[in-house]
Nanobody
Framework: QLQLVESGGGLVESGGSLRLSCTVS????????MGWFRQAPGQERERVSC?????????YYEDSVRGRFTVSRDKAENTMYLLMNSVTAADTGDYFC??????????????WGQGTQVTVSS
């Protein structure tokens, strides 16, 4: 059974860094595309990054995080990561990892983790 578990959230100062983890079970981390989503207070959930299957090898970033966030995965740990640098208050929110049985980042996720909260203090 596919399961996604996020960790690594917390309180970070503006300008600081944080690394989120998404530990995957039930499927190898590079078999399908996987994404990071966030939901700020009072806002809709948005995708911030996606990494496609190892056979496709593409990475996507939402404009506001491009150049600051880096998505990666470790097959040995079966984990996807999101390294967040130069964070701002606008990065505050609940972060979720998600996937679907699609090799590409245009698929609609149907499996979600429980989320991890990130709070950026100014």
């Amino acid at each position: 059974q596919l399961q996604l578990v996020e960790s690594g959230g917390g309180l970070v100062e503006s300008g600081g860094s944080l690394r989120l983890s998404c530990t995957v079970s039930g499927v190898t981390v590079d078999r399908y595309a996987m994404g990071w989503f966030r939901q700020a207070p009072g806002q809709e959930r948005e995708r911030v990054s996606c990494i496609s299957s190892s056979g496709d090898g593409k990475v996507y970033y939402e404009d506001s995080v491009r150049g600051r966030f880096t998505v990666s995965r470790d097959k040995a740990e079966n984990t996807m990561y999101l390294l967040m640098n130069s964070v701002t208050a606008a990065d505050t929110g609940d972060y979720f990892c998600a996937t679907s049985p699609s090799y590409y980042c245009d698929g609609t996720p149907d499996s979600w983790g429980q989320g991890t909260q990130v709070t950026v203090s100014s």
